[in-house]
């Protein structure tokens, strides 16, 4: 099994930036895909960005696209979040998990092990 710990979380002034990094430790890293997901207080869950296992393939969710770039690092086990132009309506706990696929999924139910979260505060 891989373990994740994700760090860069804080609070930030809106239209600032945060990385968020995501280290995975066990079980091989490089050979599935990796996503991002948050959830906000009294809010479902929900997709940020996800990136293929060779960093060729990457999705993001309408509400990110070109804010936030997912990256990854395969000889460094981590993956990452480069969030810019931050609003108030980011402020959620960020949640990074991996998944056993080739493809890039943006559905919660294909990933196969999740981090414990970071939370990022964005004040307006």
């Known amino acids: 099994q891989v373990q994740l710990v994700e760090s860069g979380g804080g609070l930030v002034q809106a239209g600032g930036s945060l990385r968020l990094s995501c280290a995975a430790s066990?079980?091989?890293?490089?050979?599935?895909?990796m996503g991002w997901f948050r959830q906000a207080p009294g809010k479902e869950r929900e997709f940020v960005a996800a990136?293929?296992?060779?960093?060729?393939?990457?999705s993001y969710a309408d509400s990110v696209k070109g804010r936030f770039t997912i990256s990854r690092d395969n000889a460094k086990n981590t993956v990452y979040l480069q969030m810019n132009s931050l609003k108030p309506e980011d402020t959620a706990v960020y949640y990074c998990?991996?998944?056993?696929?080739?493809?890039?999924?943006?559905?919660?139910?294909?990933?196969?092990?999740w981090g414990q979260g970071t939370q990022v505060t964005v004040s307006s």
């Open positions: 990136i293929g296992w060779s960093g060729g393939s990457t």
């Open positions: 066990g079980r091989t890293f490089s050979n599935g895909a």
């Open positions: 998990a991996g998944a056993y696929t080739h493809f890039v999924p943006t559905f919660d139910k294909r990933y196969d092990y």
